[in-house]
């Protein structure tokens, strides 16, 4: 956990057929982040269409993602992310960013859609409890760039389409890779990015670590055993209110 703090866990999930699939579940302490990358998802929550985001804060607990119904050949990734524990039980909210209307930096041979964080010119409003950037970058072949981000972060990037060499290393990176970036000091830093022959397109997420302990169990992250059992007493009492009735943020 120290190497990826803030980031808990993602889930990379492939849907091959069209349908249905899901029962309405729990998470609490945590934040969920889905990215759609492909495809179509519609739920009592709301509609994702790809390059949109739901960023969920379950804080003191919620009941998400009931009879969710997703388009043939849909693709997204879902990180979770540990909260800081003066804010690990806030009530919950869900905010919708659309990939439509996200600020995006632009300059020759770079778009990037930021759905968090800053980015170059780009600033996104999403409402973080942890700072964390997420973006959606494009590079033209043999492009460089060099986006500033806290040296403090731990980062990690994700190709999508193309290559890249990236890092003070020039690890290449190719589809279906993802490289790991930790703290380096204090301020900023740059992350060189620069773009294979075919370009690239790849995602990048960097986070302030917490630095604080946490167990987990199941769909919940807390701070000790005695609040794991404090959540699943208050979702078996029906104590979660369920996402499809609250209405979500959308930006």
Do not use: C
């Not at 993602?65 to 388009?71: I, L, R, Y």
């Not at 050949?73 to 919950?92: S, V």
């Not at 409890?129 to 494009?138: E, Q």
């Not at 990236?166 to 620069?194: N, Q």
């Amino acid at each position: 956990m120290p190497r990826t703090d803030p980031f808990f866990l993602m889930a990379d999930d492939h849907i091959t057929v069209e349908g249905g699939f899901g029962e309405a579940h729990p998470h609490a302490g945590l934040e969920t982040v889905t990215f759609m990358l492909k495809g179509t998802m519609a739920d009592t929550g709301g509609r994702l269409d790809e390059g949109d985001v739901e960023w969920m804060t379950a804080g003191s607990g919620i009941v998400h993602s009931e009879q969710a119904k997703v388009s043939e050949g849909m693709r997204l990734f879902q990180l979770w992310l540990t909260l800081p524990e003066a804010q690990r039980n806030i009530d919950p909210r869900v905010q919708i960013i659309r990939g439509a209307t996200a600020p995006a930096h632009r300059e020759e041979g770079v778009e990037a859609t930021v759905y968090s964080g800053r980015l170059g010119d780009a600033v996104s409003p999403t409402l973080n409890a942890v700072p964390v950037t997420l973006a959606d970058i494009r590079l033209e072949p043999g492009v460089v760039w060099e986006p500033e981000l806290p040296s403090v972060f731990n980062a990690f990037v994700v190709v999508i389409e193309g290559q890249a060499a990236v890092g003070e290393t020039s690890a290449e990176l190719k589809v279906g890779t993802v490289g790991w970036s930790g703290p380096v000091g204090d301020g900023d830093g740059a992350l060189a990015l620069r773009a294979g022959q075919g370009g690239v397109r790849l995602l990048l997420y960097a986070g302030a670590p917490q630095k604080t302990p946490v167990v987990s169990q199941g769909p919940f992250i807390a701070g000790s055993r005695e609040e794991l059992a404090g959540y699943y007493a208050a979702y078996r009492n029906g104590a979660f209110p369920h996402a499809g009735n609250m209405r979500p943020l959308v930006s």
